[in-house]
């Protein structure tokens, strides 16, 4: 099981960030979560892996600190790199990596990007630097994967083709899984557990205990709410919460 417990974090200017966060996520699972802009989700997952410090609380992987076990991979948002740097795809998906358990061929196969094998990082659009990052962070098949903003920069097919990915990860592998994802219906459809972040702990439990009161109270009528509606999700239209009439007239695909 991975625990956090009573999380809280400050940024030296004094901005409170996080507050009172704990969830828990059993080994295999994959836990999404969801919130706003600004609402503290990769601050959370940096002070998982232990980009940030652990101001107050603790986080536990089978009893044990976290940071201690070495058990997490992390893939951020966006890498950042030298330009000028004249970097292939195969010699990045080989750097710090000393234990690789899957080929660099077999990691580029699973992420569709084996055709990219011999390109330079810098000339690769912003998905495809996405999935290289996937790629690498496939080579050691992590015990606990961490993922913010993974389907950025994909197409519908090929979000749904890295959640697919995953879901063998965590069914085949057995393989833990955090994610971060303003895509919400990719989020809703493939997680087992949804943690709703705003700063605060909103709400967190099986994600088909998820109520539209529940995303109202976490949104607070932002945009990525009204993008709930878009995606064809299981709420109904009306919100009734914050009062506002956001009913969406969904076309049934052919």
Same mark, same amino acid.
């Given at each position: 099981?991975?625990?956090?417990? =009573?999380?809280?974090?400050?940024?030296?200017?004094?901005?409170?960030?996080?507050?009172?966060?704990?969830?828990?996520?059993?080994?295999?699972?994959?836990?999404?979560?969801?919130?706003?802009?600004?609402?503290?989700?990769?601050?959370?997952?940096?002070?998982?892996?232990?980009?940030?410090?652990? $101001?107050?609380?603790?986080?536990?992987?089978?009893?044990?600190?976290?940071?201690?076990?070495?058990?997490?991979?992390?893939?951020?948002?966006?890498?950042?790199? &030298?330009?000028? !740097? +004249?970097?292939?795809?195969?010699?990045?998906? @080989?750097?710090?990596?000393k234990s690789a358990k899957l080929s660099l061929d077999e990691c580029l196969t699973k992420v569709?990007?084996?055709?990219?094998? &011999?390109?330079?990082?810098?000339?690769?659009?912003?998905?495809?630097? $996405? %999935?290289?990052?996937?790629? %690498?962070?496939?080579?050691?098949?992590?015990?606990?994967?961490?993922?913010?903003? +993974?389907?950025?920069?994909?197409?519908?097919?090929?979000?749904?083709?890295?959640?697919?990915?995953?879901?063998?990860?965590?069914? @085949?592998?057995?393989?833990?899984?955090?994610?971060?994802? #303003?895509?919400?219906? $990719?989020?809703?459809?493939?997680?087992?557990?949804? !943690?709703? !972040? @705003?700063?605060?702990? #909103?709400?967190?439990?099986?994600?088909?205990?998820?109520? $539209? @009161?529940?995303?109202?109270?976490?949104? #607070?009528?932002?945009?990525?709410?009204? %993008?709930? =509606?878009?995606?064809?999700?299981?709420?109904?239209?009306? =919100? *009734?919460?914050?009062? *506002?009439? #956001?009913?969406?007239?969904?076309?049934?695909?052919?």
């Amino acid at each position: 099981m991975l625990e956090a417990r =009573h999380i809280d974090f400050r940024y030296p200017d004094g901005e409170k960030v996080l507050e009172d966060i704990s969830f828990k996520i059993e080994k295999a699972g994959m836990l999404g979560i969801i919130g706003p802009n600004g609402g503290g989700k990769s601050t959370l997952l940096k002070i998982l892996v232990g980009l940030l410090p652990l $101001q107050k609380g603790e986080v536990l992987f089978q009893g044990t600190p976290l940071a201690l076990t070495k058990k997490a991979v992390y893939v951020p948002q966006t890498i950042t790199l &030298n330009d000028t !740097l +004249p970097l292939k795809v195969s010699d990045f998906l @080989n750097l710090s990596i000393k234990s690789a358990k899957l080929s660099l061929d077999e990691c580029l196969t699973k992420v569709g990007m084996l055709d990219k094998k &011999n390109d330079l990082i810098r000339e690769l659009s912003g998905g495809q630097k $996405q %999935r290289v990052m996937l790629a %690498r962070a496939l080579r050691q098949i992590p015990e606990i994967l961490i993922l913010d903003e +993974p389907t950025t920069g994909l197409d519908g097919e090929g979000q749904d083709q890295l959640m697919i990915l995953l879901k063998g990860l965590q069914q @085949n592998e057995k393989t833990t899984i955090i994610i971060v994802d #303003h895509n919400l219906n $990719q989020v809703l459809n493939h997680a087992d557990k949804i !943690l709703c !972040l @705003n700063k605060k702990h #909103h709400w967190h439990e099986r994600k088909e205990l998820l109520t $539209q @009161n529940i995303i109202n109270d976490i949104y #607070h009528c932002e945009f990525e709410h009204i %993008r709930l =509606h878009e995606a064809g999700t299981q709420f109904n239209d009306e =919100h *009734h919460e914050c009062q *506002h009439d #956001h009913k969406h007239h969904h076309e049934k695909s052919e």
